[in-house]
């Protein structure tokens, strides 16, 4: 759910332009910055409303995967959430990371053997 460009703004610049689940930079650069996101702490759809304290800066990866934890009411229940996700699917892209090397390396393998 989008909010008002300056409660955006405001809400960016009281948050240090900080992801305040992940921690991560959304002023690296203008794709970061551009792709930065207001989470609603509580959704507007469980009685949140855009005041600042129910607001925080987020990147999409978090938002994305806040999108349906309606469960979840305070910053800290939410940023516990996330941290605990962000480990889980790390693991599994570092699996899938390491599979794809190993295919990787069959594949130039044969082409030399060619």
């Not at 970061?32 to 304290?53: C, P, Q």
């Not at 469960?71 to 962000?86: F, G, I």
Request: glycine share 4%.
């Amino acid at each position: 759910m989008t909010v008002k460009t300056s409660i955006w703004f405001k809400v960016f610049e009281r948050d240090k332009g900080i992801c305040q689940y992940c921690k991560i930079n959304l002023l690296q650069s203008f794709s970061v910055y551009f792709s930065a996101t207001v989470d609603h702490i509580v959704a507007r759809s469980a009685g949140g409303t855009d005041n600042l304290e129910n607001l925080a800066c987020c990147c999409p990866a978090c938002n994305s995967m806040l999108s349906r934890q309606k469960n979840l009411k305070t910053l800290e229940e939410r940023k516990s959430y996330v941290l605990k996700r962000r480990e889980e699917v790390q693991e599994k892209l570092e699996s899938w990371i390491g599979e794809n090397k190993l295919i990787s390396r069959a594949l130039r393998a044969w082409r030399q053997s060619r």
